[in-house]
């Protein structure tokens, strides 16, 4: 499966910027589509999952109310991160990640095996 990112670069803080993430027709079959970040020296955090299956979305409570998790249901193989009110310390890696099957552990990174190549947003004025 591959996994491409796209849509990062410098924001200024309280901006708005939407990342997207294109899947391979396989991957389109998985249930989990979502976002991790990491920051320099920092470990992979969990930032949101969509979750088909369990038709909701889960976020991380550092980014809960500030950023949006969509699928497109018309290109299936679609996904977006709308992340709007953004901080300095959102400054980070984005990667798109896609999992057969739910977990309940979907905010551990370990739970992933496929990963896309990572989109850089920074946030600074």
């Known amino acids: 499966v591959q996994l491409q990112a796209s849509g990062g670069g410098l924001v200024e803080p309280w901006g708005s910027v939407r990342l997207s993430c294109a899947a391979s027709?396989?991957?389109?079959?998985?249930?989990?589509m979502g976002w991790f970040r990491q920051a320099p020296g920092k470990e992979r955090e969990f930032v949101g999952i969509?979750?088909?299956?369990?038709?909701?979305?889960?976020y991380s409570d550092s980014v809960k109310g500030r950023f949006t998790i969509s699928r497109d249901n018309a290109k299936n193989n679609m996904m977006y991160l709308q992340m709007t009110s953004l901080k300095p310390e959102d400054t980070a890696v984005y990667y798109c990640?896609?999992?057969?099957?739910?977990?309940?552990?979907?905010?551990?990174?370990?739970?992933?095996?496929?990963w896309g190549q990572g989109t850089q947003v920074t946030v600074s004025s």
């Open positions: 969509f979750s088909k299956s369990r038709r909701r979305t889960y």
């Open positions: 990640v896609v999992r057969v099957r739910h977990t309940v552990a979907y905010y551990d990174h370990r739970q992933y095996e496929h």
């Open positions: 027709e396989v991957a389109s079959n998985y249930d989990v």
